[in-house]
């Protein structure tokens, strides 16, 4: 199956997203298709077979275009779209005003040229409209193509709006020029007019909100130094970073970005990762540690081995991951989308409606039908409903990659909005993930007698325990000796043959099974194992003969962050697959009181059905491969709103890959963090929805003549007011999405 996410021309509201989302889902071989007016886009899973060029002509027979390139070509792409937007709003205000001052200002006293000419009086107005309508052109383009396709949007709306009242206003100055000089009274240029200028503003303004909500993306992809110094054959050259290739020798002085993904092969430095982790503390930097691209040196040079360079770079993969996410649909924004589906038809109808009741009714003035005809259209205002959830979405997965959190879909984000109960594994998650061997224990002899054995047993395990033992024999000198018949049970611990001695080390459970008298030792593996240690048994040939204990510290934020988690109203459980001793003592270090231990990783699957059964939001944050599983758990479980969070800095690439959401760093507070930007987001949607849902209940009533009803009278310039309304509602939801930019977490501080 192929993802891949289209840059769609020529859309003006979320009428145009459904209509274009219809027509590709069309296309044999496609699976799934979503269109995105927010950042006109459309993400489309096809199958390997399908022809790329039958999407493209699905689109384009939709009425739209496909515009190839990246995210800086589609960056610039907007900037050219709100330029293009800026150049012609400008030619409408430079003409509607003159027009609208020239037209009323009779009404008010204002003596203006001509006004005793009928036939002159309604040219010059005609004139200074056409030039008008002529700014307006795209709203006639794509309004009337989507009449004559049978699939009206917004311009639509605009087209019909606009263009009866210059009709009306040309018939009228048509009348003058016959003899009928009475209908100048009647003229409607400068509501036509106005309706253009106003729409053009909040279009324009709209335009530049979207650039401005793509900010996230084009300032990561800014951060790329342009140019690199190589080391070839002896000698520095500057080259565009463009150019570099795998295996490139960089030397990237103080202050100077990394240009690519590499190694540092000589020089100790610190680096400046915050714009990918999050995190403002620089991390130092030494020979054979990694280093990524668009991150800054700090104060010495490094020499660094170019390992992933281009679109191969973690950088290029974080702003995939970003606009991914943009480019798909929460569930909330369901209930836009059927909405958007039928607006634009139902208004065409209602406006339709109202003005024939109107001549019907009697007593009004085909011109005070026709007010109530355009106003209905132009008041109305889908493009509210189309950028109420996108606009938000792009907002809050911008504000969350500021802080190391990436979030792989829309649908993720509202969940994390909704989370009430978070699985926490204990290490990597809540401790530091690096285990050190603090004791060993031997009753009858001394750790030469345990350590070579328990070493070898764990030379195939990729277990933080076994790291630490095979480091501790390391660092002792101790010979390794070789093993066979290595079996590994996972969440117990390993058996294998070491120079013919069988030996086991693991936990109780795995004694037991393998017939193991532990009884002597219990009293002291539960002493160690209350002190916060992770502890172990060691048997060779049947018999118990030791203890070695680990210590994995807790992270000194992971208090903190299971405080932010608990103010926010989710319950923080820590699953461990360690024993009960040390996992109450380590809940009971950070605050935790359900706690759940020797879990294996089945078990995390069950606790976490357990909790969505009784109708709990879950994240689940994990860090190993043995968390994949429970993380992929939590995003195809029983409720629709939960997550698997991925601790990313350290985490496995399975668990990376099963989650729906990475954090860039290892800090426990990111969790929350993530949380409270999820439910910033909902809320901001919710908000865009009451307010463009209001919009179109209050004002649609009052453009089909509600106020002459209520005996306030006729508004000749409702057209005009209608047109401002509109755009005002556009902007209000935008000005509110835009907020998000301003929000900051309360539940993590980077120090």
């Known amino acids: ?7 769609i021309g020529g859309m003006s509201c979320a009428a145009c997203a459904v209509k274009i989302e219809e027509s590709v889902r069309k296309v044999d071989g496609v699976e799934e298709a979503t269109a995105n007016y927010g950042n006109n886009t459309m993400t489309v899973e096809y199958s390997e077979g399908t022809d790329r060029a039958l999407i493209v002509r699905a689109v384009e027979k939709a009425g739209y275009t496909v515009i190839d390139g990246d995210a800086e070509a ?26 609208s ?23 010059i107005q005609l004139v200074l409209c056409a030039v008008v309508m002529f700014a307006g052109r795209r709203f006639f383009t794509r309004g009337i193509s989507g009449l004559l396709r049978m699939s009206p949007n917004m311009d639509s709306l605009i087209c019909l709006g606009s263009g009866v009242g210059f009709l009306y206003g040309t018939y009228c100055t048509l009348s003058v020029f016959g003899g009928d000089t009475g209908m100048v009274d009647h003229l409607t240029f400068d509501s036509a007019a106005m309706i253009i200028a106003f729409v053009s503003v909040g279009k324009y303004l709209e335009a530049m909100g979207k650039v401005r909500t793509n900010d996230a993306v084009s300032g990561l992809m800014d951060m790329r130094p342009g140019e690199a ?21 960089v030397l990237v002085r103080p202050g100077e970005g990394i240009p690519a993904d590499g190694t540092v092969m000589e020089g100790c430095s610190s680096v400046d990762e915050s714009m990918l982790t999050g995190e403002s503390a620089p991390v130092s930097k030494r020979p054979g540690d990694g280093v990524y691209g668009a991150t800054v040196n700090g104060e010495s040079s490094l020499r660094i081995r170019a390992d992933h360079v281009g679109k191969d770079t973690v950088l290029y993969q974080i702003v995939g991951m970003i606009e991914g996410a943009q480019g798909t649909k929460a569930p909330i924004a369901r209930i836009a ?17 109202s003005c024939l009741l109107w001549l019907i009714a009697g007593g009004r003035s085909v011109s005070f039908s026709l007010t109530v005809l355009i106003s209905v259209l132009v008041i109305s205002c889908p493009c509210a409903l189309g950028l109420a959830t996108p606009l938000a979405i792009i907002m809050g997965t ?26 926490l594994d204990k290490t990597g998650t809540i401790t530091e993930g690096c285990p050190e061997v603090t004791s060993i224990y031997v009753p009858d002899g001394s750790d030469d007698i345990i350590l070579p054995y328990a070493a070898a047993a764990e030379q195939d395990s990729e277990h933080p325990i076994a790291k630490a033992i095979r480091h501790r024999a390391e660092a002792d000198g101790i010979h390794i000796p070789d093993h066979t018949a290595f079996e590994s049970r996972t969440g117990n611990g390993v058996i294998c043959d070491v120079e013919g001695t069988k030996t086991v080390v693991g936990n109780g459970a795995l004694m037991a099974e393998m017939g193991i008298d532990v009884s002597e030792l219990e009293a002291r593996f539960s002493s160690l194992s209350a002190e916060a240690k992770t502890c172990v048994y060691v048997a060779l040939d049947g018999k118990a003969r030791g203890i070695i204990s680990v210590s994995d510290p807790v992270k000194k934020t992971s208090g903190s962050a299971v405080a932010s988690m608990i103010s926010l109203g989710v319950a923080p459980i820590m699953v461990t697959g360690d024993n009960g001793d040390t996992a109450l003592a380590v809940g009971r270090t950070v605050g935790i009181a359900d706690i759940r231990y020797g879990a294996m990783p089945k078990d995390k699957i069950d606790i976490v059905k357990e909790l969505q059964i009784k109708q709990k939001t879950v994240a689940m944050v994990g860090d190993g491969i043995n968390d994949a599983p429970a993380l992929t758990q939590a ?18 690439d399975a668990a990376i890959e099963a989650a729906d959401v990475v954090l860039m760093n290892t800090d426990l507070r990111t969790v929350p963090t993530a949380l409270e930007i999820g439910r910033a987001t909902v809320r901001n949607i919710r908000q865009n929805l009451f307010l463009a849902f209001v919009y179109n209940a209050i004002c649609i009533p009052i453009a089909a003549g509600l106020p002459y009803i209520l005996g306030m009278g006729e508004f000749p310039h409702m057209p005009m007011l209608a047109a401002a309304a509109m755009a005002c509602s556009s902007l209000s939801v935008t000005a509110n999405a835009l907020r998000l930019g301003r929000f900051e977490p309360g539940s993590i501080t980077h120090e």
């Not at 989308?337 to 339709?352: Q, S, T």
């Open 1 to 7: 199956m192929i993802k891949e996410t289209l840059r």
């Open 74 to 99: 589609i960056a610039e792409a907007d900037r050219k779209e709100a330029s293009y937007k800026k150049r012609n709003l400008i030619l409408a205000l430079a003409f509607s005003i003159p027009l």
């Open 101 to 123: 001052i020239y037209a009323m200002g009779p009404m008010v006293g204002l003596d203006v040229p001509f006004h005793d000419d009928p036939g002159i009086y309604s040219a």
């Open 229 to 249: 110094s190589v080391i070839r054959g002896g000698k520095e050259v500057r080259i565009p970073a463009d150019e570099l290739v795998e295996g490139d020798i």
């Open 337 to 353: 989308d059927r909405a958007a589906a039928v607006f634009v038809p139902a208004v065409i109808c209602i406006a339709v409606a």
């Open 398 to 423: 911008g504000k969350a990659a500021k802080h190391g959190i990436l979030f792989k879909s829309a649908a993720t984000l509202e969940a994390a909005g909704r989370g009430d109960a978070a699985i």
């Open 635 to 652: 995003n195809v479980g029983m409720a629709v709103a939960d997550i698997g969070i991925a601790m990313g800095a350290m985490g496995s």
